[in-house]
């Protein structure tokens, strides 16, 4: 990947310093060239999506409820999270405190738009793996979303399936929703958080 990018910007790289070897007018890109750069602006662009996650930034408190198996009274937990804009505002940033099953917690999660395919997606990872969970998605105007991923299984080795969904309660609450195979390979509801924002 990082040698295919090198040799796609090598050429438009050596455009750019031609001014400086020679005084000439500096040589017009030819129309494939100048058909890579507009590709490549057009992907780093920030659009509607991009806005719509700035505005999901600050600071929040979490209530946290987990299911250990369907039926079960579930677990609850507090927590704090703070949502962050990187890159130029491309990509939010979550750093989650919290406990799990008593536990301190600590979870790092990343959430973009990507113009290329059109998708939105999540990556997560947290003290209690050494591992990445991956996810992709959609979200609509009100900022409501569904995403699908997966991670490996600890116990098993292998992947564990999930489907997690989000919506905007109130202005300032944000309920995420988390949902996997339970033992009969029907899909349970395991994890409920509430962000609350301050």
């Known amino acids: 990947m990082h040698r295919l990018l090198a040799s796609a910007l090598l050429p438009l790289s050596l ?10 007018a500096p ?7 100048a058909a890579m750069m507009e590709a490549y602006q057009k992907a780093g662009a920030l659009g509607e999506a991009h806005a719509a996650l700035a505005k999901m930034a600050g600071s929040y408190d979490l209530a946290i409820r987990s299911w250990e198996a369907p039926g ?18 491309r990509v939010l940033v979550e750093e989650v405190q919290s406990q799990m099953h008593g536990q301190a917690f600590t979870g790092h999660g990343m ?10 997606w999540s990556t997560w990872n947290d003290s209690m793996s050494t591992g990445l ?27 564990i399936n999930a489907r997690m969904t989000s919506k905007w309660t109130k202005p300032n609450v944000e309920v995420f929703e988390m949902y996997t ?4 390979g029907k899909e349970t509801k395991m994890m409920e958080i509430t962000y609350t924002k301050k």
């Open 15 to 24: 455009l750019a310093s031609a001014p400086l070897l020679a005084q000439d």
């Open 111 to 120: 959430h973009g738009y990507d113009n290329v395919s059109g998708k939105h």
């Open 72 to 89: 079960a009274p579930p677990v609850v937990e507090t927590g704090t999270a703070t949502r962050t804009m990187a890159l130029g505002g």
């Open 133 to 159: 969970m991956v996810s992709e998605g959609d979200c609509d105007a009100k900022g409501a979303c569904t995403f699908t991923g997966s991670w490996n299984d600890p116990v098993t080795k292998g992947k």
């Open 181 to 184: 195979p339970g033992p009969d």
């Open 27 to 33: 040589p017009k890109m030819s129309p494939e060239q």
